[in-house]
């Protein structure tokens, strides 16, 4: 007869085909069911943190939601950093953990409920009768509000008989949000006649026009009213028409980029919440510029923001769309020279203390990575260069997993999630060395799940670069700041992996011959690049005027 944890199991697998995580006591008869009785696949990684950080990435790859696990205690307070990252990243994702008994706690519990709660996440605890449906309850949740939810199985339920699984409802998912009322009917109005008469429109979109569908719709939009478009660095790619677009704003977007967009008479952010590096800590549009947000927050999210309408992305632009069918366009965007206000430096081969200039090994790689990638990005000083330098063709092909609670150490893991959510596309980690150190056990994970289909470009600078960037250079003791010169490519060894040590930029040659061998056989490549640390992003140095 089937178990509590079974029941669980069962019933997530209906929703959910991948679950990540580590074993334990707490979790046993749940992996053992989903490994007997379900078709989900489980992997295994080699930390906590990894398998929420994992479900994390599968999401934010495909739009799937993915399941995570740990056993009580210990297993589950390893979740907790790359548990915070979800929440405040809103993505969607179930942890299963096992929980202190129903009779009370071990002397070795510790309250999950509140710890989860103390990083933003609900706990659901199924008991002996209502497994099922409260495993549809939690995957619910975490749909509906997209955010991550625990559903915790009591140490003593998790191996009782239950009986047969019930049959549960499937999830429910609230609709689009349609823009709804006399006022957004109004504001739309406002805006549409502001976008008919503007003379430099700019159309901005984010993660959540990605979510929402809304490519297209944008794209219709830009074409009506001849309106530049950009992006926040989670939103690149998401306007069809890159011949209009200039790339990513913020830090990351390239100088003459920056300098256009403070030229726009009148901007509508779509789907992005503004955020003080999208927004270059308050300098991205000039004080005369209109700004309307469009969002399915309660609210504007920026002070900027003159014009709110609270609605769905996608529904908002054809709405806007369908007002400005006669609009005769700006002809802005036809105006200006897109493709050279979107140059970056280049970068010379070579810093001035001899190892390479991370620029040009950036435009190197760009040159020769596969296609059809995906690339997850761990935190620090490095994420300049990927933002920067290589290309994006959708958001989903570009993720920053940690950014959002500022968090590093997420990078190996994001490679599982990203790899068995597109299991047709090559998956490029960028990481720092630090990063790369803090969550080296999963490695191992990685190169076992991802194989000839995945690699990374660690930027290895010997130091924690940012902290140097933003303390080292204010005089702050620099020993904490240093790491030795570390072998990546040593480590890659030991898992099975090929690892290759770059000082030049002709040893990225190794690269261009990977990329043309076969998946299915060439191994997992790490690419350990000896970069100098005197060179600074622009947003980092942007960040070290605003902290001055
Ligand atoms: C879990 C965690 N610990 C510490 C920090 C503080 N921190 C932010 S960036 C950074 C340095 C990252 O170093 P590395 O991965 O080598 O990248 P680099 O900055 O050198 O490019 C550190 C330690 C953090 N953000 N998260």
């Not at 669980?8 to 990540?20: G, M, P, R, S, Y």
């Not at 927004?279 to 709110?308: C, E, K, S, Y």
């Not at 709405?319 to 897109?338: F, I, K, M, N, Y």
Request: glycine letters at 10%; a negative charge; one cysteine or more.
């Amino acid at each position: 007869m089937p178990t509590v944890s079974a029941h669980v199991a069962l019933t997530l697998a209906q929703h959910i085909d991948a679950v990540f995580g580590v074993m334990g006591n707490g979790n046993a008869y749940f992996l053992d069911a989903i490994e007997k009785q379900t078709g989900a696949a489980f992997t295994a990684v080699r930390h906590e943190q990894g398998a929420v950080v994992a479900a994390d990435a599968h999401f934010r790859a495909s739009g799937r939601i993915a399941a995570a696990t740990s056993t009580y205690g210990a297993g589950f307070t390893n979740t907790l950093t790359a548990l915070a990252e979800s929440v405040q990243a809103r993505i969607p994702l179930v942890l299963v953990v096992g929980d202190e008994p129903t009779s009370g706690p071990r002397p070795w519990d510790v309250d999950q409920i509140a710890l989860a709660s103390g990083v933003g996440a609900r706990t659901y605890t199924v008991g002996r009768a209502d497994a099922a449906a409260t495993t549809v309850i939690a995957i619910e949740h975490a749909l509906t509000y997209r955010v991550p939810v625990v559903l915790a199985i009591p140490y003593d339920v998790a191996a009782l008989k239950a009986g047969e699984v019930p049959a549960a409802p499937a999830p429910r998912v609230p609709a689009p949000l349609a823009p709804k009322g006399e006022f957004a009917e109004g504001m739309l109005d406002r805006l549409a006649a502001a976008l008919r008469s503007a003379k430099r429109p700019f159309l901005l979109a984010g993660r959540g026009a990605w979510l929402a569908g809304a490519g297209e719709a944008l794209g219709a939009l830009a074409d009506a009213t001849g309106a530049l478009t950009a992006s926040s660095a989670l939103g690149r790619g998401v306007f069809p028409d890159q011949r209009f677009d200039l790339g990513v704003t913020g830090g990351f977007g390239a100088e003459g980029a920056m300098e256009l967009i403070r030229e726009a008479d009148v901007a509508v952010v779509f789907g992005a919440s503004l955020n003080q590096f999208t927004m270059r800590f308050g300098a991205l549009f000039a004080p005369g510029t209109q700004v309307f947000q469009i969002d399915v927050t309660p609210a504007a999210t920026h002070a900027h923001v003159g014009g709110f309408v609270r609605a769905d992305a996608r529904l908002a632009a054809e709405a806007l769309v369908s007002r400005l069918q006669d609009a005769e366009g700006s002809g802005w965007r036809e105006s200006v020279d897109v493709p050279a206000a979107r140059v970056y430096e280049a970068g010379d081969e070579t810093a001035p203390d001899g190892r390479l200039d991370p620029r040009s090994a950036a435009r190197r790689i760009a040159e020769l990575l596969p296609e059809d990638r995906v690339v997850v990005s761990d935190g620090g000083h490095f994420i300049g260069w990927a933002n920067m330098y290589w290309p994006v063709a959708s958001p989903d092909r570009m993720m920053m997993i940690g950014t959002a609670f500022q968090a590093i150490g997420q990078g190996w893991p994001s490679v599982v999630g990203a790899t068995r959510a597109r299991p047709e596309a090559t998956v490029v980690l960028t990481s720092g060395d630090g990063g790369g150190l803090m969550a080296i056990a999963d490695l191992e994970s990685a190169v076992r799940a991802a194989g000839g289909r995945g690699m990374a470009v660690i930027w290895n600078d010997a130091a924690y670069g940012a902290e140097v960037n933003l303390y080292g250079l204010k005089g702050l003791a620099r020993e904490p700041m240093l790491i030795p010169q570390v072998d990546f490519s040593a480590f890659a060894a030991a898992v099975g992996a090929e690892g290759v040590a770059v000082r030049t930029l002709d040893d990225l040659d190794c690269l261009a011959a990977w990329t043309a061998e076969d998946p299915a056989t060439r191994p997992f490549l790490v690419l350990d690049l000896r970069i100098s640390g005197e060179v600074i992003a622009p947003y980092q140095e942007e960040i070290i005027r605003v902290n001055s």
